[in-house]
């Protein structure tokens, strides 16, 4: 396993920034060093709040803390989790949506309340009031403590692509078409993949507490153009440099 640190010559409420990058040899090992961190931090406070991601990256993470909780070593009784996006324009119940994928790859299996999770609402009639409603409900839990995270290959963070800006409030996005065709392989048909989705800004996932970022071996060339790279809203995810407490595991077979 190697450790890098990367500092800028940048400084956020007084901190040096630095991000640490933990390479892998395989998925197995990337879910049980991941679920390390995640048991680190439900396990230090009676009601942690965990911003989760979809994607098959983290499920190597999800079967794991699955198989802690089942053991007794976790309990997700009084956990409270808030997902970063959602397409826009699917249900809950459709088979490609997040609040599916959650369902199915994590809270299904573990003993959390539903009410306990959060996931915009796909269906929301009016977009600017679903995003208002979030942002709400994002304040109201007092801050997110692990942030894990997902990178597009445009170095996009959950469905901020990159723009001349980084976000402030939950968004109402039009997709790149980078992300569209990346996403296309799990839709029976390319054009039923959605154009719009729902997304946390950069804001409020760099306000939280620790971050954790995973990434497969295809990812290896955004990782370093994000970690080593200029910091720009370009390449959303070089964002990280500025955080206290950034931590990316990245396979690297």
Do not use: W
């Not at 007084?14 to 049980?32: A, D, F, R, W, Y």
Request: hydrophobic share 40%; aromatic share 8%.
């Amino acid at each position: 396993m190697i450790y890098y640190i990367c500092k800028v010559n940048i400084k956020i409420l007084g901190k040096e920034p630095k991000m640490k990058l933990i390479t892998v040899n395989s998925q197995q090992e990337l879910g049980l060093l991941a679920a390390d961190i995640f048991s680190e931090v439900i396990n230090s406070k009676p009601d942690p709040v965990l911003g989760l991601a979809t994607g098959s990256t983290p499920i190597p993470l999800y079967k794991e803390l699955i198989k802690r909780c089942r053991d007794g070593k976790l309990d997700f009784s009084e956990v409270r989790t808030i997902n970063l996006d959602e397409y826009a324009g699917l249900p809950g119940t459709h088979d490609q949506s997040y609040r599916y994928f959650m369902n199915d790859n994590l809270f299904d299996h573990i003993n959390i309340k539903p009410e306990n999770t959060y996931v915009p609402n796909g269906l929301a009639e009016d977009p600017k009031e679903e995003c208002a409603r979030y942002d709400e409900l994002i304040k109201s839990m007092g801050g997110i403590d692990l942030q894990l995270l997902g990178v597009g290959f445009n170095g996009h963070l959950a469905f901020c692509e990159p723009s001349d800006t980084f976000s402030n409030k939950t968004q109402y996005i039009k997709l790149a078409d980078v992300t569209i065709n990346a996403n296309a392989r799990f839709f029976s048909d390319p054009s039923e993949v959605p154009k719009f989705a729902f997304s946390m800004c950069i804001r409020d996932i760099m306000l939280a507490k620790k971050i954790l970022l995973l990434a497969g071996a295809e990812k290896k060339d955004i990782i370093h153009k994000a970690v080593y790279g200029d910091i720009t809203p370009q390449v959303p995810a070089s964002v990280l440099q500025m955080h206290s407490d950034a931590t990316i595991i990245l396979i690297d077979d």
